[in-house]
């Protein structure tokens, strides 16, 4: 009977999926509500939860094992961005509109503060060419501007991993802390989560937690955080490198 069971979860394992996010999602709530009574919510504690299994399997997670393997395809790209979009339906273009010169400056400051950052944690470590400080700092900006701006400058196949990593640790950083952090700094609404979007910019992690803290502010983070990236993979190997070449005497 066991085998019987496990074979029709193989077979259907996109929909097994839906139903094991959805018993985690329960738990998590269940948790939430009467144990921690409300001081952590829900949504963080099963972000949390998921990034914990997530270590449980080799490169693609939890989805090594072939009883999750519809976890690859509901956790994957395609239904992320699916998601994102669908929730733009629900957008205020005026919002949109009345927000854009602040959602502007946060992106040029959220561009050069995360890419200060970086540069400084590349300094840290030991490296002090222009070309790794750039790549490196360029992934404290999100995980794809790295690795763009190492492959344009031909940076070392050891300091683009770094660079990945250090904004796929921001990525997790903003899923998990946003809906903890969200009532305290105002969070709230289309205006804030523009600007919100802006000044951290990884998509990922801008959509997950706004989805975590209210839904309906999801398009508006996730519109400044997809320009970001895009600006971030302009300026961070051209205008922002050259400054550190500068600044370098080279």
Not at 90 to 114: K, T, Y
Request: charged letters at 10%; hydrophobic letters at 55%; proline letters at 4%.
């Amino acid at each position: 009977m066991s085998e019987l069971i496990t074979d029709v979860l193989v077979r259907n394992g996109l929909v097994f999926a839906f139903l094991f996010v959805g018993l985690i999602m329960l738990f998590s709530f269940w948790v939430a509500r009467r144990v921690l009574r409300g001081l952590i919510p829900g949504v963080a504690l099963a972000i949390l939860l998921g990034l914990g299994l997530a270590f449980l399997g080799g490169e693609r997670g939890i989805a090594e094992y072939p009883l999750f393997a519809g976890m690859a395809l509901l956790g994957g790209a395609m239904l992320r961005d699916f998601a994102v979009v669908a929730t733009a339906m629900g957008a205020d273009l005026d919002q949109i509109r009345h927000a854009g010169p602040a959602g502007a400056v946060a992106l040029l400051v959220g561009i050069l503060l995360s890419f200060l950052l970086g540069t400084l944690i590349a300094w840290s470590m030991g490296y002090t060419d222009p070309v790794s400080l750039a790549t490196i700092g360029a992934g404290a900006c999100t995980y794809i501007v790295g690795p763009v701006t190492g492959t344009a400058l031909g940076a070392t196949s050891e300091v683009m991993a770094i660079s990945i990593a250090t904004g796929v640790v921001k990525t997790i950083a903003t899923t998990v802390l946003t809906p903890l952090i969200a009532r305290r700094v105002g969070l709230d609404n289309p205006h804030s989560a523009l600007v919100f979007g802006g000044l951290l910019g990884t998509t990922s992690g801008v959509a997950a937690g706004l989805a975590a803290t209210d839904p309906k502010l999801v398009p508006y983070g996730a519109l400044t955080a997809t320009f970001y990236t895009g600006l971030g993979c302009l300026l961070c190997p051209s205008v922002l490198y050259l400054l550190l070449l500068a600044l370098a005497g080279g």
